[in-house]
Each structure stands twice: as C-alpha cells, then as structure tokens.
C-alpha cells in the first residue's frame, strides 16, 4: 500500500481565497483524522470520521472550516475564505479502529501558507 | 480528558550517547501509548506502541519505552544515539473506549552532536 496520500504538498494561496486540501486514506481502514501543526499549538486533531461519518469535530477552528468524506477512499478539508491565520501544516491520518493496533498512519502533510 | 506533557522542548546529546525522552500522560483508565518521530518536512511514523502486557516495548530504530503506571509515564529510550535520530519526537495517547482520537504532547526537539 502507498499509505496516506495527501495533495498537494504545498500550497500557498492569497487572503480571502478557498483552498482545499485532499487526502486517500490506506485502503481498508474505517477511521480518518485531520489534524494541524504549528509552532504555537503543535499537533491538534480537527475532526475525526469513523465508516465516513463524522465523529468529532469540535477541534474545527470555526466555520470558515469544514470537512467531507463522500466515501472510504477520499476526504476534503476545505478553507473558505482563508486567512494568514491559517497557515500551517496539515495532517491527515488513517487507522483501523476495531482491531487490537490502534496506530495512526499519518500522510506527508499539506504546507499551507496564507498571505 | 486526556493530556500528555512532554517536559523538554530541545535535547542535544552527542552521538553514542544514551537518549531518554520524558513523556506524562492523564487518563482515567489503561491508555494506549505512542512515540512518533517526525523527520524536516515529513509526516509522523510510529516508533512504538503500548497497548497492554509487557511494559517495557520494543520499537524501530533501536528504540524502547517503558510504561510506568504508578508514575504516569512513558519515556522514550535509546541506548545510543546515531545521527541519523536527529528529528522531533512526539508522544501520544488514546483512549481505549470506541474513540481512540490521539492527543498529543507538544514534542521535543533532538539534537545530535558528532
């Protein structure tokens, strides 16, 4: 398996526009989590979906923020309208829930810069 | 809710030497572990984990941890350090209900001196 795969890598885009990141998670996990790194607040869990379906999603940072998943194998987080604020590495991860190994598969991340 | 402290932003230590991460966690119940690293511009992969049984585990690269309940730890170990371990260290904790979102702790920085 080519594990998790995040598009793009690096994204730079100006104040005010949408961006949307994407992320395929390893195939045949059930549980997919998003999350952000920065300096200031390291890692932080956005929104989890468990079987595609949204589980938690209280990290969300505000409405400008929201996340999809139309099936197993794709999810969104998409920014609209975007700002300075936002700039920052975004992670997406994958697991099996249900099974005895817990462990995240994290993908590369996406470098999101906001000017 | 769940937490995680890592104590030491930045650890330099020369090559060769022994390395201990610190790492405390708050859970009510048996929490899974993690120890990820993370490498300049990489994602997380997973060092090692703890789940239940032997408390002392064994990782890749070289690494072990040992979960101590009555202190509410888990420190990375490694008995020498290679060059190539320079990168930032994170631990993390689950919940061992359905949930089992990670929480993190805010990570520490290795430096490795030749």
């Known amino acids: 398996d080519a594990g998790v795969i995040q598009s793009p890598r690096h994204e730079v885009t100006e104040m005010g526009q949408e961006v949307t990141l994407r992320c395929k998670p390893i195939?045949?996990?059930?549980?997919l989590f998003w999350y952000r790194q920065t300096m200031m607040r390291g890692l932080e869990l956005l929104i989890y979906?468990?079987?595609?379906?949204?589980?938690?999603d209280s990290g969300m940072p505000e409405d400008r923020f929201s996340a999809k998943m139309p099936n197993a194998s794709f999810s969104t987080l998409k920014i609209q309208p975007s700002e300075p604020r936002d700039s920052a590495v975004y992670f997406c991860?994958?697991?099996?829930?249900?099974?005895?190994?817990?462990?995240?598969?994290f993908g590369q991340g996406t470098r999101l810069t906001v000017v | 809710a769940q937490s995680v402290t890592q104590p030491d932003i930045h650890i330099t230590v020369s090559e060769g030497a022994s390395l201990e991460l610190r790492c405390n966690y708050s859970y009510g119940a048996t929490p899974y572990l993690f120890w990820y690293v993370q490498s300049p511009g990489q994602g997380l992969q997973l060092l090692l984990k703890y789940f239940s049984g032997d408390t002392l585990v064994q990782g890749i690269k070289g690494f072990e941890a040992e979960f101590k309940r009555s202190q509410s730890s888990f420190n990375l170990r490694k008995p020498s350090v290679h060059w190539s371990d320079a990168a930032e260290y994170f631990c993390?904790?689950?919940?061992?209900?359905?949930?089992?979102?990670?929480?993190f702790g805010s990570g520490t920085q290795l430096t490795v001196l030749p």
């Open positions: 979906f468990n079987n595609n379906v949204p589980i938690d």
């Open positions: 195939s045949g996990h059930n549980s």
């Open positions: 991860a994958s697991s099996l829930l249900g099974g005895s190994n817990t462990e995240a598969f």
């Open positions: 993390a904790v689950a919940s061992s209900g359905s949930a089992r979102q990670l929480t």
